[in-house]
Nanobody
Framework: QVQLVESGGDSVQTGGTLRLACAAD????????MGWFREAPGKEREEVAQ???????YYAPSVKDRFIISQDNVKNTAYLQMHSLKPEDTAMYYC??????????????????WGQGTQVTVS
């Protein structure tokens, strides 16, 4: 079972930029999907972005055109580049993986592995 460790969370001002990283303890080149979720106090966890099926990407409407998800299969690390940060982006950000291999591209990911989270605060 792959294990994930997030980093990069910080406190920034409105309009700022952050890059979150999600380091896996083994290869992520063939697993089906990596995703980022966030959870703000008093709110349900929401999906932010995912990369799946060999390069397909999804972004929540609230972050589209501001956030970019990517993964480096050499470093076994997924990233979330965040631009034009807003106070409403404040949340604990979690990395997740659908570790299945050989899934038919296009099928919705099923995230079963989670990191411990990294806090992003925008003020």
């Amino acid at each position: 079972q792959v294990q994930l460790v997030e980093s990069g969370g910080d406190s920034v001002q409105t309009g700022g930029t952050l890059r979150l990283a999600c380091a896996a303890d083994r290869s992520i080149a063939e697993i089906y999907s990596m995703g980022w979720f966030r959870e703000a106090p008093g709110k349900e966890r929401e999906e932010v972005a995912q990369i799946y099926g060999g390069g397909r990407v999804y972004y929540a409407p609230s972050v589209k055109d501001r956030f970019i998800i990517s993964q480096d299969n050499v470093k076994n690390t997924a990233y979330l580049q965040m631009h034009s940060l807003k106070p409403e982006d404040t949340a604990m950000y979690y990395c997740a993986a659908d570790p299945r291999i050989g899934v038919v591209p296009g099928i919705a990911p099923h995230f079963t592995v989670w990191g411990q989270g990294t806090q992003v605060t925008v003020s």
